[in-house]
């Protein structure tokens, strides 16, 4: 038998977090007919799963911790267009409240791994 894989926290998180994403912007153009910011939103709350896959399969650390980078600004642009879409009505505050609660864990969780990985880049010279 092979070793089992211990589940990755972050990439759990922002799939899930990517799919809530994708079912606003369904809401959104659906019942709003808002096709801008929730496109922003879409593209950047999607692309953070996406580059902590990509930071997963890194062949390097320094592509390690440029994609886990990469992911930490799109959470914190995904934190951006989710304040502006509540700001502007398009979403209700319970749901915004999910949302941001789930970014803002997203955006410390990915900090805190790229902080480590750049402690760690540090500690080899």
């Known amino acids: 038998m092979g070793k089992e894989k211990r589940p990755n926290i972050v990439k759990e998180k922002s799939f899930g977090f990517a799919v809530k994403i994708v ?10 007919k808002e096709y801008v ?9 999607t692309s953070i799963g996406a580059n902590v896959e990509e930071a997963d399969g890194g062949i390097s650390k320094a592509d390690f911790s440029n994609k886990i980078s990469i992911a ?4 914190k642009e995904s934190h951006y267009w989710l304040r502006l879409l509540h700001q502007t009505n398009f979403i209700e505050r319970e749901q915004f409240e999910e949302l941001i ?3 803002d864990e997203l955006c410390k969780l990915l900090f805190s791994i790229l902080k480590t ?3 760690k880049k540090q500690n080899e010279y």
């Open 23 to 32: 079912n606003l912007n369904k809401q959104l153009v659906r019942q709003n």
């Open 37 to 45: 910011i929730s496109k922003q939103l879409l593209k950047s709350g």
């Open 72 to 75: 930490y600004k799109e959470a």
């Open 101 to 103: 609660h789930d970014c």
């Open 117 to 119: 990985a750049r402690i």
